[in-house]
């Protein structure tokens, strides 16, 4: 963020970097974001080049208060009854590192809550979907990190399919 690159880039390179990463067989666990640093830095010195305005951007303002409020009302918005995580993000209050924190674990309710408003057929659905994303990587990888990457791909399956905003400070929403 004090750097100006767009979260749409950091999570693109994230991707690329663990889509990279698995295809290529490469095992053992990344100890933390910092492992994808230089592909991040890399993606955003191209972009820069790219865009080549000569001058530097500066990271937009983030207004708190008003950034909460959004979300807010998009949770209130879902298929489902989140009416009381959109309560708790209304309530929010702090500096952004506190909020963000606060943030991580309202994401997880509202994944728990999205989970819980779909029927069976649908998780068997995104079971068997995330089952078949695994089976061409499967061989390349320890038991251990084939339960994380199912757990994540699973999670994402069902923000997709409930269409959930990530809970975060810095996450466009959609």
Request: charged letters at 20%.
């Given at each position: 963020h004090e750097a100006g690159i767009p979260l749409s880039l950091i999570l693109e390179t994230l991707e690329q970097v663990f889509a990279q990463r698995i295809e290529s067989g490469v095992s053992g666990r990344v100890q933390g974001l910092r492992y994808?640093?230089?592909?991040?830095?890399?993606?955003?010195?191209?972009?820069a080049e790219i865009q080549a305005t000569g001058s530097r951007s500066t990271p937009p303002t983030l207004d708190l208060r008003s950034r909460l409020d959004k979300l807010a009302r998009t949770v209130r918005e879902l298929g489902f009854d989140a009416?009381?995580?959109?309560?708790e993000l209304d309530s929010l209050d702090g500096s952004h590192d506190e909020v963000e924190g606060d943030l991580v674990l309202l994401d997880r309710k509202l994944l728990q809550a999205g989970e819980e408003s779909l029927d069976r057929a649908d998780l068997d659905k995104i079971t068997r979907s995330v089952d078949r994303s695994l089976e061409r990587v499967r061989a390349r990888m320890d038991e251990e990190e084939t339960s994380r990457v199912r757990l994540r791909l699973y999670r994402e399956a069902v923000r997709r399919r409930c269409d959930l905003p990530v809970l975060s400070l810095f996450e466009d929403i959609i």
């Open positions: 994808c640093a230089p592909a991040i830095e890399a993606a955003w010195k191209t972009q009416t009381s995580i959109a309560d």
